[in-house]
Nanobody, 137 residues
């Protein structure tokens, strides 16, 4: 059974930094796509960044939304099964619950990623409970 657990959220001031972690266990597929989403109450869940690989020996591919480019960095420690999301230059509007999701790298997901877009939340079967990030002035 795939288990996804996020950690690392907290309260920071504008301009500050945080590193979120997503620990994935029980995942047995060779290919993967892991994405970070965020959600504010009353709004839809929005994608932030993703990292994917077609399998062992393939290079990781990273994708970011415009709001994340240049400020956030997604990376993977495959040996530990942990995906990191480094948040820098945080803004008030980055305040949200951050969720990690994972699933196989399918043809459908690859079509989105090939266009520089993160697959929609509905394409991911395995989700964590989220970690809260609060940015204050």
């Amino acid at each position: 059974q795939v288990k996804v657990v996020e950690s690392g959220g907290g309260a920071v001031e504008v301009g500050g930094s945080l590193t979120l972690s997503c620990r994935i266990s029980g995942y047995t597929y060779s290919s993967y796509c892991v994405a970070w989403f965020r959600q504010v109450p009353g709004k839809e869940r929005e994608a932030v960044a993703s990292i994917d690989s077609a399998g062992v020996g393939y290079v990781n591919r990273t994708t970011y939304t415009e709001s994340a480019k240049g400020r956030f960095t997604i990376s993977a420690d495959s040996a530990k099964g942990i995906i990191y999301l480094e948040l820098n230059s945080l803004r008030l509007e980055d305040t949200a619950m951050y969720y990690c999701a994972t699933d196989r790298l399918t043809i459908g997901k690859d079509r989105h990623l090939g266009r520089g877009a993160i697959p929609p939340a509905s394409d991911f079967a395995f989700w964590g409970q989220g970690t809260q990030v609060t940015v204050s002035s």
